[in-house]
Structure formats: structure tokens, C-alpha cells
């Protein structure tokens, strides 16, 4: 069974950086298309970023994009989100989620596994 557990969240001001991390086990986690979703309150869970398990293809919401960096490092079956020049409106709870040989999805629904969730609070 598939467990994943994310780190690394905190408070945060504006314009400042935070790293998270997703920790994976329970199956091969090369053979895992990672990705990260957040949700605001009184928000749906939205797509963030995420990095395919064979050919590491990466995708961010348009909203992240150039600011945040997913990576993955098989070898510590760990998949990261480098957050940079953080907003208010990044505030949520971020959570990483799995499917295996997943790919280009940015549908909650698509993957089979997720973490607890991490929360990220960014001040003005």
C-alpha cells in the first residue's frame, strides 16, 4: 500500500520561500507520476505542478509557473516543490498525490494515492 507523507510547510511572508517535500513507500516510486494540488479554504483542491515517472515530463498551473520547481529523487523516493516568491494567494494546504504510470493528468481524481497534507501560510 502506497503511503505518502508531505513536509515542510510553515508561515511565510510575502515574497519569501519554502521547500516541500513528499516522502514515498509502500511500491516503486519510479513507476509513479508525482504531483502536487492545493486547496484553499472554502476552495476545490486545484492542480499545481506535477512530474511524470518515465520520461519526467513537468507541468505547472498557470499560476505558479516560473515561481515553484517540482523535482523528484529516486533514490530518496522523494518528490519536492521549490516555492519562490511566495503570495498571499498560495495560501492552502498542499498535498502530493501518486498514480502509477500516470500521465499529463491534471485530475484530482486520476491519482490513486495522497498525502495527510501540509499547510502553507504566506503573510502580506
Known amino acids: 500500500q502506497v503511503q505518502l507523507a508531505e513536509s515542510g510547510g510553515g508561515l511565510v511572508q510575502a515574497g519569501g520561500s519554502l521547500r516541500l517535500s513528499c516522502a514515498f513507500s509502500?511500491?516503486?516510486?519510479?513507476?509513479?507520476?508525482m504531483a502536487w494540488f492545493r486547496q484553499a479554504p472554502g476552495k476545490e483542491r486545484e492542480f499545481v505542478s506535477l512530474i511524470t515517472w518515465n520520461v519526467r515530463n513537468i507541468y505547472y498551473a498557470d499560476s505558479v509557473k516560473g515561481r515553484f520547481t517540482i523535482s523528484r529523487d529516486d533514490a530518496k523516493n522523494t518528490v519536492y516543490l521549490q516555492m519562490d516568491s511566495l503570495k498571499p494567494e498560495d495560501t492552502a494546504v498542499y498535498y502530493c498525490g501518486a498514480r502509477r504510470y500516470g500521465g499529463r493528468t491534471y485530475t484530482e481524481t486520476m491519482y490513486n494515492y495522497w498525502g495527510q497534507g501540509t499547510q502553507v501560510t504566506v503573510s502580506s
Open positions: 509502500g511500491n516503486t516510486f519510479s513507476d509513479h507520476t
